[in-house]
Structures are given as C-alpha cells and as structure tokens.
C-alpha cells in the first residue's frame, strides 16, 4: 500500500539571497515572454480562420480587446506583433511566411519580449521595397541578437543605423528656409525689478552656456544641510545663471575649466579592501568605497598612508587627467560607456579600469567615461569593465544578470557596425 508523500512547499520569499531572487525573477521574465509569444499564435490562428465566422465579431482586435478586457488599442498593438512573428495564410489556405521569423523563434524562447518585438517588426516594416531578402534577413537577424542582451533604446538605435545604410539617399530634403535664423535674446524688467528673458541660441552658443551652467545647477547634496534639494530644474538653472555672470564680473576666465583639487587620506590597506574610512581635505570623512571612486577622477589627488600612518605616495600632477585626455575619452566613448546609458560626457566621471590602488595608470586604455550612477555601480556591485582590444570599453554583467556573462557594450554613443 502507497502513501502519498508530502509535497515540499516554496520556502518564503524573505529566505532567499540576492542571487535567488535575480534567478527566480529571470526565470519568470522569460516564461512571460514564452507566454506571450504563444497566446501570439493563437491570436494568428484565430485571425486567420476568420472571427467573424468564429465569434461574431467584425475584427480580432474587437474580439480580442472583449477576451482581454483591455483597450481595442492595446488589442491592435498585440495582434499587429503577432502578425509579424507567425506564418498566416491566404485566402486558399496557403501557408504565408512569417514577416520577422528570427524574432519570433527567439520569442517563443523566451529570450526577448513584447517590448523588443514591436521595434524590430516596425523596422522590417521600414526597409525600402528595393532591398533584398537575404539583406532583410541579416538585418532582423543582427537585432535580434542585440536584443537579447540590450534595451529597446539601442535596438532602434541600431535599426536607425541599419536603414540608414541600406537606404542611404534618405527622405527627400525639405526646401531650405529662405530666412536665415540668428541668435535672439530678449530683456524685459518688470515693474517689481525681476528681468523676463527668452529667445533662442545657435547650438555652439547653447552648448557653451549649457556646459557652464550645468556643473552650477547640479542638485545640492542632502549631507551639507541635511534637507534635500527641492529646487525645480529651471529654478537651478535660474540661480547657475546668476553664479555664473557673478563669475564672469569679477574674474577674467570663465567658469566651466578644471576642476578643484581635492586631498584625500587614506591607509593603504583600507583602499585595497575597501573598509574604514577616509578623510577629505583633512576635514570630511568618506567610506573607503566612496574613496575609491573618487580616486578614479584623477582630479583628486590621493594621499596613501602605510600601517603606522606615514605617507606612502602623494599624487602627482602627471596623475591627473589632463583635458587632452579626457577630449579624447569623449571622443572615443561619446558619453556614459555603460550599456544603455545616454548621460552626455559633461555629466560623467573618468573610471580606472585596473583601479589606481591595484597600479592602473592614467592612460587611455584604462580610463572609461562613467555618469555618476554606472560609476557607482561599478564600485558597488560585480559589474566589470575592461577595454578591448579594438579599444572599446567592454562590459561584464553579474551571472544574476546574465548566467553566461557575455560582454555588453553601449552603442548609443557609437555605431554598431563599423
């Protein structure tokens, strides 16, 4: 006689690690997507048998919108995905290829989304009637295997950049404006003394502007007055503006230039395990962890201390990033290196690779361009970075992220093909 044996049930969601918890939701982003490319299959069956002859309804979208209690929009965009990634058949009952079949396998594998879907049959949609099939198919098939491991924002980047070189005369240009535009700006004082200003800037005059007033109208750090900062964007910039003609009134450089230069004390010991503290300028103190970050901006000169307090080294001016050497960290990372990231340079920090602790040095093949969020990530969690030998920097997610830890790359910033 058989008894049934107890079923072992999930243990709690508190009682798992990190890891466990990246793992189970990975496992369930991918049945999602499973799922969804197979309800696309029947939504392609149903339509293709008819709906009206079915259900009564005029269209599928209707019917399906009715099934799904959702908007005959969002029905539209769901069979119109579908669509594109399933075979259907003609009016005799032939069988018609599939407009995106690369993507579609990859769905019902669970390896890239709805969200990925949509850009890539648009896409296909968008390529010129003269192009070959063969071309059509590398073309899906290189975003396909981008969107495996990249967010939608790149995948159109790279589809923008594929139609670009297959359909290289582009739309047809506009007439030009017969009245050329200049720069305006436009002063009005209100009775109460205030000053209303608009107008418009051509893009080197704006950009210079922006470059300066940026670093002015960064958010205050909670630490210095313990109260966030509740200033409006446009509220910075208002009184960026103001510290900025300040500056221009009383010293002859404008601001915007080098960056001030900090001491930062720190044993030896601590730098390399990243625990205890640091001190700032003698006055404020930091984690070890903040400490190494701030010691990748070579901006920032790094005082070591040995076991019983005495200085090991004191950075040296050939320590420092040069403006040479970060015009050409912008020119070859564009902004953010990170995967994904669009932050432009004047909002990134220069990253050691090899951290200056370990003996990175200040060269261009160990230097990255990092906004101060990547910049943190990458000091803070098992994320890697190394530049490759075509001298790119190249990216190593956690195996939480990606269990093979395949390189990633940013191509926001930098054509995919080259």
């Known amino acids: 006689m058989s008894r049934n044996l107890p079923t072992q049930e999930p243990p709690p969601l508190w009682r798992l690690s990190g890891r466990e918890l990246a793992d189970e939701v990975r496992t369930r982003l991918e049945a999602l997507w499973r799922l969804d490319a197979e309800l696309g299959q029947l939504l392609v ?17 209707a019917w399906f919108a009715h099934m799904g209690r959702m908007s005959r929009g969002e029905a539209k965009k769901h069979l119109d995905r579908a669509r594109g990634v399933n ?20 769905a019902l594998a669970g390896e890239i989304g709805p969200h990925h879907i949509g850009r890539i049959v648009g896409f296909l949609k968008k390529i010129p009637a003269g ?26 980047k790279a589809a923008d950049e594929i139609l670009a070189r297959m359909d290289q005369d582009g739309k047809e240009p506009k007439d030009p404006d017969p009245t050329e535009r200049k720069p305006e700006l436009r002063m009005r004082q209100r009775k109460d003394g205030w000053f209303d200003i608009d107008g418009q800037l051509d893009p080197i005059t704006g950009t210079r502007l922006s470059t300066i007033l940026d670093p002015l109208s960064t958010p205050r750090p909670a630490g210095e007055d313990k109260w966030p900062d509740l200033r409006s964007t446009s509220q910075r910039y208002g009184e960026a503006f103001g510290e900025a003609i300040a500056m ?10 080098d960056r001030a230069h900090l001491v930062v004390t720190v044993a030896l010991n601590d730098l390399k395990s990243k625990l205890g503290t640091a001190c700032l300028d003698m006055v404020s103190e930091l984690t070890a962890t903040e400490t190494r970050m701030l010691a990748c901006d070579c901006h920032i000169i790094p005082a070591v201390l040995g076991s019983k307090g005495e200085p090991l080294d004191l ?39 090899i951290e200056w602790a370990h003996g990175g040095l200040t060269v261009l093949r160990n230097l990255v361009l ?40 940013n191509i926001l910033h930098q054509p995919l093909l080259r």
Not at 87 to 106: F, N
Not at 131 to 156: C, F, G, M, N, W
Not at 338 to 353: E, L
């Open 45 to 61: 069956e149903v339509d293709s048998r008819g709906v009206s002859e079915l259900y009564g309804y005029g269209s599928t979208a």
């Open 370 to 409: 990092l906004c101060s969020a990547h910049h943190r990530l990458l000091h803070s969690s098992p994320w890697t970075v190394h530049i490759a030998e075509d001298g790119i920097p190249t990216f190593v997610p956690p195996d939480y992220v990606d269990p093979l830890r395949a390189p990633r790359r």
């Open 131 to 156: 192009v070959s099939e063969e071309d059509r198919s590398s073309a899906e098939k290189i975003l396909v295997e981008l969107a495996r491991q990249a967010t939608p924002h790149e995948v159109d």
């Open 248 to 257: 221009l009134a009383n010293v002859p450089d404008v601001p915007g230039g």
């Open 315 to 353: 950075g040296r001016a050939k320590r420092l990033v040069t403006p040479a050497l970060r015009k050409a960290l912008i020119i070859r990372d564009g902004g953010c290196a990170f995967p994904g990231c669009h932050r432009k340079p004047r909002h990134c920090d220069v990253h050691h690779a």
């Open 87 to 106: 075979p259907g058949r003609s009016i005799d009952g032939t069988e018609t290829p599939a407009a995106a079949p690369a993507t579609g396998a990859a």
